[in-house]
């Protein structure tokens, strides 16, 4: 009976529990894990270079994350969808765990290294988790099981970030790299289960052969966003709100780091933070993003972001205040997290599901 009323709330229809579960319980382990190694080295990172090196790491970000879309596409001429979705946290948790050996060793180039691979897996892992619940939704199921999705990154990530200053203080900074690990691994032991259980297979056969280049299948994912004038907006809107996103992560980055000199006291800081504004997203993903999609459409619910910036970057014209800087950064982690990444795929999850993770990471 319980279990019922909780279904009813939650609009999960009977036989669909197990699956929502799984889903949820995969984005809720990634983004803990996520949000503790990514305080963790953005505070170590801010506390060796400060944010001087910033602009050029965004650059040599962007470059990163499109050799790993390249990447993205190439596996998936060479494995199945599934597999995929598992391999790309398994392969993160084999890199970060060589990245923490090297930062024992004092090699001077891993801090850098590991900010660039904490904003790639912020792709990756978001990629992974939406993949696989593509994988065992079909559209019209996206539109109540996404937000339920979202919800489980957001509380996963309000976890992480409240949980970071205590695990900073009990086994270092340097070490909340090894909690991000173990949280990969078992992502992909409950993915694994999701695949299977959601009725999908792992062995499933790659639509093109092995040989296909990287290229071709980023191509791909070209021409179904070009034979669709909504797809084509969507790729505007993304490398403008990328655009606004740095601009406003900048600033906010640079007056945190004057503020908490200290490692332990900045990733701190950072967990607290992103663990509150997550947490105002939870309760937007798992009451309010579902009814607005129902009553407003996908459309209307994606214009709140474009809005938000506009407010923000207002102000900041007039003043550009710590308290201001992280009262905006506030509301765009809750937005990002309880609106407007549900609503970014429950579109990209209309794309038919042989383009479908071609065309997310064209798009990403």
């Known amino acids: 009976m319980r279990g019922g009323r909780v279904g009813r709330l939650l609009n999960v229809r009977p036989g669909e529990g197990r699956v929502v579960a799984l889903a949820v319980a995969v984005s809720f382990v990634a983004f ?29 970000l962007g470059g990163t994350m499109f050799l790993t879309s390249l990447g ?15 391999l790309i946290p398994m392969g993160l948790a084999i890199v970060a765990t060589v990245g923490r050996v090297a930062l024992a060793g ?28 593509g994988l065992v939704a079909d559209t019209r199921q996206a539109k109540r099981f996404f937000p339920l999705i979202g919800a489980g990154s957001v509380l996963g990530q309000v976890i992480g970030g409240l949980v970071t ?15 991000w690990v173990g949280s990969l691994v078992l992502v992909v032991v409950i993915g694994a289960r999701l695949v299977v259980v959601g009725g999908a297979s792992l062995h499933a056969s790659a639509r093109r052969g092995p040989a296909e280049r990287a290229l071709a ?8 966003v070009r034979q669709s004038s909504l797809l084509l907006w969507m790729a505007l809107a993304s490398i403008l709100l990328s655009l606004l996103f740095f601009s406003l992560y900048l600033p ?58 506009l407010a923000a970057f207002g102000t900041l014209t007039v003043t550009a205040t710590f308290a201001v ?40």
């Open 32 to 60: 803990v894990g996520l949000m503790i190694g990514g305080s963790g080295i953005e505070a170590m990172f801010f506390a060796r270079y400060g944010v001087s090196r910033l602009p050029v790491m965004y650059l040599v």
């Open 72 to 86: 993205v596409g190439a596996l998936l001429g060479r494995t199945s969808r599934g597999r995929a979705c598992l």
């Open 106 to 133: 004092g090699v001077s180039w891993v801090p850098q290294a590991l900010w660039l691979l904490q904003g790639m897996a912020w792709f990756v892992v978001g990629w992974s988790v939406w993949g696989l619940g």
């Open 165 to 179: 200053r205590p695990v900073a203080s009990a086994l270092g900074t340097s070490n909340l790299i090894l909690v």
């Open 217 to 224: 299948q980023l191509a791909e994912g070209f021409r179904t």
């Open 252 to 309: 906010f980055s640079r007056a945190a780091t004057t503020r908490y000199p200290d490692p332990d006291d900045l990733a701190g800081f950072f967990g607290l933070f992103f663990g509150v504004s997550t947490g105002v997203a939870f309760l937007l993903s798992l009451f309010v993003t579902n009814r607005l999609l129902a009553r407003f459409g996908v459309p209307v619910v994606m214009l709140v972001l474009p809005l938000l910036y």
């Open 325 to 364: 800087l992280a009262a905006f950064r506030f509301l765009q982690v809750a937005w990002m997290q309880g609106g407007a990444v549900s609503s970014w795929e429950a579109v990209i999850n209309t794309v038919p599901a042989a383009r479908r993770d071609r065309t997310r990471a064209f798009l990403y």
